[in-house]
């Protein structure tokens, strides 16, 4: 049996005779199990391009597979790993099922709006979580499939048809009742069709004017525009690092570089400041293989340490991730403002800022029961109030190390990172110096001579765009 990773959320679709509307579980089964022994098939190409076309909208490569699966009455929105431990999500649908729902809603959209709903669980962070299902989850992906379909055309109706057959009249502990997930679906479909008022976003507005999708909308006009991002599909360039490690005066700074090609969903990096000159590789910022440049064969995980010592994947991944990284994250918050939350200003290296906090993500490593560790991270972006520019970032982990099933280490790492220096690639702006502190706090102590200070110039930025392949 192939397993899923340990965080994996399974978004099941209940569809009985009484149609209770979408659920979803945590559960450990291979793609053919959860067909109930029926082989999966590629997807109908009908289904292919319905969410191929939910993606354009966004401006985001599709990531998961669509795949047909018969006698479900299911849709199930699922990660599998696959025979290299890749972790691949799925989206798995039963078509007669999908059919069903059209017939009894009288239109196509009910299918459409359940396709959407399940991608909505993927991209709002969901799958990231294992906390099973609740109703906030369901809410944010019912605003998020209204929204979608209104994108796509469908009248309020048209989007509300998914919950024709929902009969859960009242909230449940893990999904809402039938009321509040129609004003869910409205409520995404209205931010398309009905904006709020129009507002000029700049230092001098008022904050009660102000919110995450005016900020998100200035932030990519000032970049280059939205259409000429989408178009990226890859960043090439180097980027040379200064650092220096605690508070001792007078001491030298280390000096490396990487080079980086950073696409939406792998980055390529490449090492030539050891005797063996390496290069990884990150694919959904999951998965994590390396080898000697000189060599042809790719190894599991990070680089041991001399022939001995084990890196931790987890931590190697975050020590080689480039500066920009978030490049092709920011398409998800223009395309969905409303899972993130506006905090006001605060004023970051003498800048004044509006802070957006992203959703908190809870991931787990290893095997608890064994030795792994469970990080809950929080996110927080600043964008100047006077360009629009993403300012800053500021990164939480709350890290805990788990031996035998008991937390046996607990400690705060905090990434702070300053972004200026931006020049014009192409049309696309893109910083270019970059200062960045890590600070370590156990039981709240700040843990001085730990703390990473660097220095980090960004060189060689090159974009490949779509109509170059």
């Not at 399940?118 to 979580?129: D, K, M, Q, S």
């Not at 918050?333 to 802070?355: L, M, Q």
């Amino acid at each position: 049996m192939k397993y899923l990773v340990p965080i994996l959320l399974i978004l099941l679709l209940h569809a009985q005779s009484n149609a209770q509307g979408f659920q979803q579980d945590i559960v450990i089964e291979d793609i053919d199990e959860l067909c109930f022994g029926y082989q999966s098939e590629m997807a109908d190409p009908e289904a292919e391009l319905i969410v191929d076309q939910m993606m354009a909208q966004m401006q985001l490569k599709k990531v998961f597979k669509l795949r047909k699966c018969a006698e479900i009455n299911n849709a199930i929105a699922t990660i599998e790993q696959d025979e290299n431990g890749n972790s691949q999500p799925y989206i798995l649908y039963d078509p007669k099922w999908l059919n069903g729902m059209d017939n009894s809603s009288k239109t196509d959209w009910a299918s459409i709006g359940v396709l959407a709903h399940e991608v909505g669980h993927f991209l709002l962070y969901h799958a990231l979580n294992k906390k099973g299902s609740n109703p906030r989850w369901e809410i944010d992906a019912d605003r998020f499939a209204g929204k979608t379909m209104a994108m796509m055309g469908s009248t309020l109706e048209e989007a509300q048809s998914m919950f024709d057959n929902y009969t859960l009249i009242e909230d449940s502990r893990t999904h809402p009742g039938k009321v509040k997930r129609l004003e869910a679906v409205k409520t995404g479909w209205m931010n398309v069709n009905n904006p709020t008022k129009n507002v000029v976003l700049n230092e001098n507005t008022s904050d009660r004017d102000i919110n995450p999708e005016l900020i998100f909308t200035r932030y990519f006009k000032k970049m280059g525009g939205l259409k000429n991002m989408g178009l990226v599909k890859q960043i090439q360039f180097k980027e040379v690092i200064s650092e220096k490690i605690g508070v001792k005066v007078g001491q030298k700074a280390k000096e490396y570089a990487y080079e980086y090609e950073l696409s939406s969903n792998k980055t390529r990096v490449i090492s030539r400041n050891f005797s063996d000159p390496e290069e990884y590789l990150i694919v959904n910022n999951d998965s994590l293989s390396f080898k000697y440049l000189d060599k042809e064969k790719w190894n599991q995980g990070a680089p041991k340490i001399g022939t001995t010592v084990n890196q931790d994947p987890y931590d190697f991944k975050r020590k080689i991730r480039p500066s920009i990284f978030y490049f092709f994250d920011d398409f998800l918050w223009i395309s969905n403002p409303e899972i993130t939350d506006y905090r006001r200003r605060k004023d970051v290296d003498d800048e004044e800022c509006f802070t957006i906090e992203l959703p908190e993500i809870t991931m787990e490593h290893g095997n608890l029961n064994k030795k792994g560790k469970r990080i809950v991270l929080t996110k927080r972006y600043y964008y100047s109030t006077y360009s629009g520019l993403l300012h800053a970032i500021e990164e939480e982990e709350e890290i805990t190390e788990y031996k035998r099933g008991q937390p046996k280490n607990g400690y705060t790492r905090k990434t702070e990172m300053v972004l200026s220096g931006y020049e014009s690639v192409d049309v696309i702006l893109l910083p270019t110096i970059i200062s960045k502190k890590i600070t370590f706090y156990k039981s709240d102590i700040l843990q001085e001579n730990e703390t990473i200070f660097q220095e980090r110039k960004i060189t060689d930025l090159e974009l490949k765009q779509a109509s170059t392949f």
